[in-house]
């Protein structure tokens, strides 16, 4: 068995989807269960061992607990930080001697480690891929099988604060300057629009103290959703052909609004990341952010806008609605000798997956789970992800192995160059197909 390999880089990344402060810290309040012995694999025909990470644990251990009270079968989740976790299954797989027989990994992972895992085919029946959000039955398929179950998923969506946007005063001065109605914008021109209105001195010094919106330097999934905005089918490259479009139309359309934005948002955007702009919005200092779903559950009880945020859908390009799914995928290794058991209780998982729903991140992965519990208190903003993951625009990261090395060497530096003053866009995209041709010939 030959494993593809990835960059470096990776050992020195974050993760995408929530590398958030907030998050690790929830992440090692859970960590007690320690991170196991290694024989996990070789325990007895009641007992299954599957890696998490800190997402991982508090999504799976509602289900672990039916399933042992179900079955009798003993699930322990041993949870390893997520470049720790990545680095165990890379060296396992390759040795063909594992001590997990389930691994959590995330999306991006996935190319990297087909090679090593068994494919689930027959687990995606078509009742099971009609309940999947659509981003997520692709991204799932590697070389033209299935080699992870989604478990949770997540997406960004817009953020806005309510206080300012029902205020009879600001909806009126708005109406006059713009001729519409100020309420959530749903679009690229609308959104430009509000942040514009909302960037302001509000306590008159002479300095801008309330911005319309942020703009994120330092991540380029924020990017990557307004690529996919303009109706780009493509994002970055096309694995199946191996062409790089990362210089055509449509991604220098994002890009371009994406600066665009530039004096409605705080400086230091070249370093801006999602820590940073959670802060900044629960700080009271934007008015609107695009964020991850969960961070609605998991505003602090100290932030300034507490009870002051609304959720809606992602707003639209001229492609229409799209976020970047952020998902979490259940593989079974090829070298685990539980390999039926292993798959029974990826199938209990995905038929359980609303036992997730309560968890400190609330996310899913079956449409049927989030519309199980859409309006209950606390979780108003299941409307706006059920709304953004449906869209057909939702699209999943290309499928390569050398995605990571492409995001740490060339689409966050080219972000960073973007958000600066005077720079280049279409000179940017150009030297970025460039590099990214090197890394994938």
Sequence with gaps: MKLRTRTTALARRTRLTLSLAALSAAALVLSGCGVGDGDGAAAGDDELTVLVEGGGLAELQPVADAYKAETGTTVTLLELPYDGLYDRISSELASGQVSFDIAALDAIWLSAFADGVTPLDDLFTDDVK????????????????????PVWTNSEILFYRTDLF?????????????????????DWEQYRDVAEFFTRDTDGDGQVDLYGTDVKGAVETEWLATVSQAGEEHMVLDPESGEVTIDDAEHLEALDYYTSLLPFAPSGAAQLDWAGAQNLFYQGQLAMMRFWGHAYRGTPDDAVVKDSIGAAPMIAGPGGIAGVPGAWYLSVPTATKKQQEAKDFIAYAYEHNDLSMDSWLGLAARISAFESKQGEEGKEHYAALLETLNAPQTLARPATPEWQEIVDTVLTPLLQKAVEPGADNAALLSEAKAQIEAIVE
Excluded: H, N, W
């Design 166 to 186: 029902e205020d009879p005063a600001e909806q009126a001065a708005f109406k006059a300057k713009y001729g519409y109605d100020l309420a959530p914008p749903t």
């Design 130 to 149: 009609s309940d999947l959000f659509p981003g997520l039955v692709s991204e799932a398929q590697v070389d033209g099988s299935f080699v992870g179950m």
